[in-house]
């Protein structure tokens, strides 16, 4: 079969629903065969770590990848449940061939996933990943390869699931240098990755911090809280009689984190980026003094930093784009306003929710500033998301109808706003971003699209 773009590969990996394809049991399986030999064609030897949420089906699929990595002679190692950062710290430190994150991050639980970090603890190229499915789908194809029920497995070794994790901890509380006792945190672990780690990462730490939403029962993930739903976050601080100095929250998999300040009000991650990329800028250390941002992050970023003397560019939204446009321009700050935030000041090669709230903790203390002071020249244009599921995925260009709309309100604006249209990378919805200098314009333009995409594309 011949693939002219990936097919099971997305913006972070691939995603489904858990049980159906490709995440059926003989599919997962299939999946690790053919990363297997990728690993072993480039790696004599090769290893490769695995983690994983909290979902139900996350421990099944984990092992099905595990036995099929096995089957063509990857040495498996299992950190248990952790967090996607954390699995690719493991991969580059432990000079692992592949770490592998069995996580569906934001989605609800009944969906997982299957993202991979190469050895150097970055994600894989777009290139790598569609040789690997060409494989999978040749696989699929064969029968006898297919069929796993004859063969004599090793099932995956387990050197120490709570050591492996303690190493990623013990790295993250050894990259800050301030006193961060005095802080009283709020910290919502959104039932998934982050119970494994931040209670004992915090606690090392001597953070005053108070945990909420740390018992995962497999379907509660994300659940009407986490980064997902950050108002639950705001409005317990703010409600709270115990006078907190920020709320912190986490995704499924802590790869990103939002933020409240003292009063509830929800922090995002474009204001994150101002916060960092100012410290980074005063102290020297901010390359180029550039930022690097996707296309949903607000005008009022821009402006904030082009008022500091910094540049702002944007990638196409997704970490793993984020990552790709700092690499090439050296920028050392770069993120999302989902609160994917990526600092290569030091070794991190991808988002790391844990890491984010321990920088912006480091920044409020060495500054002396509350959050709220940190970010308070950030003006924000009023902006407005919205998502439509569609049935299929057809290039807006080849659809008149909405074309047109986007095309009348971009002229509406005339440069005094922005339009963003697309589709999400990971479910089969159509994202709408307006943002507009009154509330009205932005909501009425944003109406009109989303009105012609669901006529023409609506599932």
Request: proline share 3%.
């Amino acid at each position: 079969m011949t693939q002219s773009s990936r097919q099971l590969f997305g913006t972070d990996g691939i995603r489904g629903v858990a049980g159906e394809f490709p995440l059926t049991r003989q599919s997962t399986y299939l999946i690790g065969r053919a990363l297997g030999h990728d690993l072993v064609r480039a790696t004599r030897n090769a290893q490769a770590v695995i983690g994983q949420d909290t979902r139900e089906s996350s421990r099944w699929i984990a092992d099905r990848v595990a036995e099929g990595l096995a089957a063509v002679g990857v040495d498996v190692h299992s950190a248990g449940v952790i967090t996607t950062p954390g699995v690719a710290y493991l991969a580059r430190s432990r000079g692992m061939a592949a770490g592998v994150v069995i996580s569906a991050s934001h989605n609800p639980w009944t969906d997982n996933g299957i993202k991979v970090f190469s050895g150097d603890g970055f994600k894989l190229t777009d290139e790598r990943e569609l040789a690997i499915e060409k494989e999978i789908f040749a696989l699929l194809q064969n029968p006898a390869a297919a069929d796993d029920t004859a063969l004599k497995v090793p099932g995956p070794s387990l050197p120490g699931e709570a050591a492996l994790r303690r190493a990623y901890i013990q790295s993250l509380a050894e990259s800050v240098f301030s006193d961060l006792h005095k802080l009283r945190v709020l910290v919502d672990c959104a039932n998934g990755a982050a119970t494994a780690e931040a209670p004992e990462l915090f606690r090392d730490l001597g953070i005053a911090a108070t945990f909420i939403h740390i018992s995962p029962d497999g379907r509660n993930i994300n659940h009407g809280c986490g980064a997902l739903h950050p108002e639950t976050l705001g409005k317990t601080v703010a409600e709270s009689t115990r006078r907190y100095d920020l709320g912190v929250t986490f995704d499924g998999d802590a790869d990103r984190a939002l933020f409240c300040d003292a009063t509830g009000r929800v922090v995002n991650g474009d204001a994150l980026m101002l916060a960092a990329a100012r410290d980074l800028y005063a102290r020297g250390k901010l390359q180029g003094d550039t930022v690097v941002a996707t296309t949903m992050s607000n005008m009022g970023l821009e402006i904030a930093l082009r008022n500091l003397g910094i540049t702002m560019l944007r990638a196409n939204v997704g970490d793993k784009y984020v990552l790709e446009e700092m690499l090439k321009t050296g920028a050392t700050l770069g993120g999302e306003q989902s609160g994917h935030i990526i600092f290569r000041d030091g070794d991190s090669t991808t988002g790391d929710g844990l890491l984010t709230a321990l920088r912006l903790m480091d920044i409020m203390v060495r500054s002396g500033k509350s959050l709220a002071e940190l970010i308070g020249d950030l003006k924000v244009f009023p902006q407005k998301i919205q998502n439509i599921r569609v049935r299929e995925k057809i290039p807006f260009a080849q659809v008149p109808e909405v074309q047109a709309a986007i095309t009348a309100a971009e002229r509406e604006l005339a440069g005094n706003g922005r339009v963003v249209v697309r589709y999400s990378g990971t479910e089969a919805l159509a994202r709408v971003m307006v943002e507009a200098e009154s509330e009205e314009k932005m909501q009425t333009l944003t109406a009109g699209i989303a009105d012609e995409i669901q006529k023409a594309l609506g599932a």
